[in-house]
């Protein structure tokens, strides 16, 4: 039986075309912290990808994204046949699928540190989610500052400064962007719409990380969006 080989040249572009065809479902970029972690991830990593938008708080938004994903939640990666649901999940076969890339740093020490904040970003951090949530076109100076969320901000500080004092203080959490800083850069929103005050060290990586140009455009489509949810407009007195 014969069998034909392709060129190597050819098999890498016949790969490459393959990775290009990503399809990420979001959410609207001025609510969706989850969402904007996968996508600040592949537009600060360059990688080519479609964007599908699925509109929050809409009468067939579940049906929407049930389209995409039995779990019904957004973010969704489509890769050919392959779905990855969940913002950490689809970082993690980002950074396998595009080695070069160098998404997580070199360092064996360092990247199980990143992995372990953005693990622990994840799960935790409930205080600051209920009570600050993701409004980048609103500005909430002030409120939120339950007790749960202020001990949520006293750990997000303890990792940021853990981070800073070794990569440096004009540097990303471990030196060049990393998806660390792709899976904090929701929380430096948060931190811009309610005025969280951290210090000189910290409020200047917040203003580093907001200026990193896939955060900046991440903004911009939030401040273009014109849909509105009432319950997130507004803060509570």
Same mark, same amino acid.
């Given at each position: 039986m014969q069998t034909t080989e392709l060129d190597p040249m050819l098999s890498h572009t016949l790969e490459?075309?393959?990775?290009?065809?990503?399809?990420?479902?979001?959410?609207?970029?001025?609510?969706?912290?989850?969402?904007?972690?996968?996508?600040?991830?592949?537009?600060?990593?360059?990688?080519?990808?479609?964007?599908?938008?699925?509109?929050?708080?809409?009468?067939?938004?579940?049906?929407?994204?049930?389209?995409?994903?039995?779990?019904?939640r957004v973010p969704v990666l489509l890769a050919s046949e392959t779905t990855v649901w969940d913002s950490l999940a689809i970082c993690e076969y980002l950074a396998e699928q595009f080695p070069e890339k160098n998404m997580w740093p070199q360092d064996v020490a *360092?990247?199980?540190?990143?992995?372990?904040?953005? #693990?622990?970003?994840?799960?935790?951090?409930?205080? @600051?989610?209920? &009570?600050?949530?993701m409004n980048i076109r609103a500005r909430f100076p002030g409120k939120g500052r339950t007790i749960e969320a202020q001990a949520d901000i006293g750990r997000i500080s303890e990792i940021w400064e853990m981070c800073l004092s070794r990569s440096g203080p004009d540097a990303f959490l471990f030196g060049d962007f990393s998806l660390a800083d792709a899976y904090f850069a929701p929380v430096v929103m948060r931190f811009i719409t309610?005025?969280?005050?951290?210090?000189? *060290?910290?409020?200047?990586?917040?203003?580093?990380? #907001?200026?990193?140009?896939?955060?900046?455009?991440? @903004?911009?489509? &939030?401040?273009?969006?014109?849909?509105h949810i009432a319950r997130y407009d507004v803060y509570p007195d």
């Open positions: 490459e075309a393959q990775k290009s065809s990503l399809r990420l479902v979001i959410a609207n970029k001025n609510y969706s912290s989850w969402s904007m972690r996968a996508w600040v991830a592949m537009t600060a990593f360059n990688i080519p990808f479609q964007e599908v938008r699925v509109l929050l708080g809409q009468a067939g938004t579940s049906a929407q994204i049930a389209r995409y994903s039995a779990a019904g *360092a990247r199980a540190e990143a992995r372990s904040i953005c #693990a622990e970003m994840h799960c935790g951090f409930t205080g @600051v989610r209920s &009570a600050m949530w309610y005025d969280v005050v951290l210090g000189p *060290a910290l409020d200047a990586y917040v203003e580093r990380l #907001a200026a990193h140009p896939a955060v900046v455009q991440w @903004v911009n489509g &939030a401040l273009a969006e014109t849909e």
